[in-house]
């Protein structure tokens, strides 16, 4: 069965850096596009980065030029470098798949950005 286990978040100080990873099994990963959501407490849960099977990315616009989403396809694994860290991002992440037939999301994990 497909699963995304995402891994990396933490404590961080604002100014800092987390990055993220999710491993995906149970798919063929590299021709689908991936992404990275986030929830924060009495928020709906947004897209935060995308990225497609042939690399092709797109951004919240709260997080341009501060966070990247890449992707080895080899380790079918996502990646999310998250630098120059705000208190508002503060968030469970998820790992998203956007597969054909359903969406698969991983189980989160959080990120805190705090003094």
């Known amino acids: 069965q497909v699963q995304l286990v995402e891994s990396g978040g933490g404590l961080v100080q604002p100014g800092g850096s987390l990055r993220l990873s999710c491993a995906a099994s149970?798919?063929?990963?590299?021709?689908?596009?991936m992404g990275w959501y986030r929830q924060a407490p009495g928020k709906q849960r947004e897209l935060v980065a995308r990225i497609t099977s042939g690399g092709s990315t797109n951004y919240a616009d709260s997080v341009k030029g501060r966070f990247t989403i890449s992707r080895d396809n080899a380790k079918k694994t996502v990646y999310l470098q998250m630098n120059s860290l705000k208190p508002e991002d503060t968030a469970v992440y998820y790992c998203n798949a956007p597969l054909p037939i359903r969406e698969y999301w991983g189980q989160g994990t959080q990120v805190t950005v705090s003094s």
């Open positions: 149970g798919i063929i990963f590299s021709i689908y596009a």
